[in-house]
């Protein structure tokens, strides 16, 4: 069975930075598109990016509008690891972070269903 890992939250003050990692056991990330999603105290799940599979080669990357040009995802098939830069972290971006996989797309991504997923990073954000 597959485990996704996060790791990287903390607590960072407004205008910080902080960046979350994925990795996975017993598998290569490199079959999965990966997402990373949030949930704030009190709302919805919300998804916020996510990158296609490794062996696709496409290299695609998607950024809802909440995050874009302040988060930046990336993936390193040597380290099997995906990564989360996040920066210019504001209150609102208080959460907990998920990665998630799924297996099923051959190229590109969204942020729809998702079928394996990591236990979530907590990130606060406060002065």
């Known amino acids: 069975q597959v485990h996704l890992v996060e790791s990287g939250g903390g607590f960072v003050q407004p205008g910080g930075s902080l960046r979350l990692s994925c990795t996975a056991s017993g598998t290569s990330l490199d079959v999965f598109a990966i997402g990373w999603f949030r949930r704030a105290p009190g709302k919805e799940r919300e998804g916020l990016s996510c990158i296609s599979r490794g062996d696709a080669g496409d290299g695609f990357t998607h950024y809802t509008d909440s995050v874009k040009g302040r988060f930046t995802i990336s993936r390193d098939s040597a380290k099997n690891m995906v990564y989360l830069q996040m920066n210019n972290l504001q209150p609102e971006d208080t959460a907990v972070y998920y990665c998630?996989?799924?297996?099923?797309?051959?190229?590109?991504?969204?942020?729809?269903?998702?079928?394996?997923w990591g236990q979530g990073t907590r990130v606060t954000v406060s002065s």
């Open positions: 998630a996989g799924r297996n099923n797309t051959i190229s590109g991504c969204n942020l729809g269903w998702y079928g394996t």
